[in-house]
Nanobody, 123 residues
Framework: VQLQASGGGLVQAGGSLRLSCAAS????????MGWFRQAPGKEREFVAA????????YFADSVKGRFTVSRDNAKNTVYLQMNSLKPEDTAVYYC?????????????????WGQGTLVTVSS
């Protein structure tokens, strides 16, 4: 499966952005999806994950209550809605996919990765 992330940009602290990740080349509903981010000079970290059906989600503590994740299997797309953004949310955001039904939070659990989209939050 190929993944294409989009929706990044520059936003002021307290603002919102919605990232999208469009999948192609596979049966989207058979993949569990995740979002990760990598800030300059830091390792890639888990942000959010969603099960194949969208019925289960999981978030990193740093974004819990501010970010939501959803998917539209008819559109082969997963979304990351980011609210109340903080400067520390600045990073390149990546979507990832792997076959299966349950949530995966570890980087090593994902087989497919998108190219990333840059989110910059100004103070």
């Amino acid at each position: 499966v190929q993944l294409q992330a989009s929706g990044g940009g520059l936003v002021q602290a307290g603002g919102s952005l919605r990232l999208s990740c469009a999948a192609s080349g596979g049966t989207f509903s058979s993949y569990r999806m995740g979002w990760f981010r990598q800030a300059p000079g830091k390792e890639r970290e888990f942000v959010a994950a969603i099960s194949w059906s969208g019925g289960s989600t999981y978030f990193a503590d740093s974004v819990k209550g501010r970010f939501t994740v959803s998917r539209d299997n008819a559109k082969n797309t997963v979304y990351l809605q980011m609210n109340s953004l903080k400067p520390e949310d600045t990073a390149v955001y990546y979507c990832a996919a792997t076959r299966g039904s349950d949530i995966v939070v570890h980087i090593s659990g994902y087989a497919y990765w998108g190219q990333g989209t840059l989110v910059t939050v100004s103070s």
